[in-house]
């Protein structure tokens, strides 16, 4: 059965976008069991997405990307739209996610950010030392500056006809800091955690400025249509115990906490899952953060994790993508212990990490595929 879909305080959180202003005017969701595993209910299957499922590995994704910069991709609702919907025409998935990119916060921040050929995500004058935090804008205007998203989500909702839910997502603040820093991606970050050891008071100033604009850009998301709200903390693992608990999980709370206050007021329970990769050693804080799901990544153990978080939250992941160079039926028998190890309630199944450009896409499928078959089995065992 369905939970109620209350609408949205328009005073509070309503975006005037093409006209088209709150849930009331989307298509009734047809297929919950996502929202309902977040939440820790019992479903008739364990859900399944993946983790850059709008991606490489598709030869349509590859074809309506042909010749088009990335962010200018990012910034059209139309093209964000199409790419969400690809794989959902090709796989039975519980949940899409709105195809955009996590540094779409630096550049609202007055950052240039450029994707480069061969390279990735580049920032040609990135942050050096504290002064250069005078470059960034003091106050972001959410609206104007990210609009092209929210406008994306819309679409995107009406578009997907309630076949599933439309997760909407952001990078965190230290991970969103580390690329800043370094203008890029990197193997030790010692840019960024030379920061932190050498500029504490500036690297929260920075942290806060970020946490400050994620909280307005996520309700813009649900305000916009998402349903659901994810967290990327992908840096998390360059921080020791000590750092993390510092300069990442204060800010992970922070983010939820302010999210669930203002959308509680405007009567509003959208599941946020925060997904920390390679922190094994923050669990137990994550599962008492705010967050109804935790994501994982392959790394860790199903069980152990169980353990760990104490049914606190419901769980996502964390199949190795490499997993998915298996043949067909290699695939099915790392599913089922997957599946067997988290059990089918309170679980998402997803991959440790996302899909690689390189995947086939009947490899995905199979994956798909084998969640579905062995939960269902399970539950009628159970």
Request: charged share 25%; aromatic share 8%.
């Amino acid at each position: 059965m369905l939970p109620p879909q209350p609408e949205l305080n328009k005073a509070q959180l309503c975006l005037n976008l093409n006209g088209q202003c709150g849930p009331k005017d989307f298509p009734q969701l047809l297929n919950d069991t996502f929202l309902r595993a977040a939440r820790g209910e019992e479903t008739e299957h364990v859900p399944v997405w993946c983790m850059r499922q709008a991606g490489r590995y598709l030869p349509e994704f590859r074809e309506s990307r042909a010749g088009r910069d990335f962010f200018e991709t990012c910034r059209s609702p139309e093209a964000c739209c199409e790419l969400t919907l690809q794989p959902l025409r090709r796989f039975p998935f519980d949940a899409a996610i709105i195809f955009s990119d996590i540094l779409v916060i630096p550049q609202a921040l007055g950052m240039d950010v450029q994707m480069v050929q061969g390279k990735g995500p580049t920032f040609p004058e990135p942050l050096k030392e504290p002064e250069d935090l005078q470059r960034l804008q003091a106050k972001v205007d959410v609206e104007k500056e990210l609009g092209y998203v929210f406008r994306a989500i819309t679409l995107t909702r009406h578009k997907i006809e309630g076949k599933v839910p439309l997760i909407g997502f952001t990078g965190a603040p230290w991970t969103l800091m580390s690329y800043m820093i370094e203008g890029g991606g990197s193997n030790t970050h010692s840019k960024a955690k030379r920061w932190l050891y050498r500029h504490p008071e500036a690297s929260h100033m920075l942290l806060k400025m970020l946490t400050d604009v994620i909280v307005e850009y996520l309700l813009g998301q649900v305000a916009a249509g998402a349903q659901a709200l994810q967290v990327f903390e992908s840096h998390a693992g360059i921080l020791g115990p000590v750092e993390f608990k510092e300069f990442s999980l204060p800010y992970l709370r922070d983010i939820a906490r302010r999210v669930k206050d203002k959308l509680k007021e405007a009567g509003q329970d959208v599941p946020m899952i925060v997904f920390a990769k390679d922190a094994h050693y923050g669990l137990e804080d994550l599962s008492q953060s705010y967050y109804e799901v935790v994501g994982l990544d392959w790394t860790i153990d199903p069980r152990s994790a169980r353990e760990r978080t104490g049914g606190k939250v419901s769980l996502q992941g964390n199949m190795d993508p490499c997993a998915l160079y298996s043949p067909k039926e290699r695939i099915s028998d790392i599913v089922k212990k997957m599946v067997e190890g988290f059990g089918t309630r309170g679980y998402i199944a997803n991959l440790g990490h996302g899909l690689y450009p390189d995947m086939d896409p009947e490899n995905v499928g199979a994956f798909v595929e084998a969640v579905h078959q062995h939960s269902k089995q399970m539950n009628k065992r159970s």
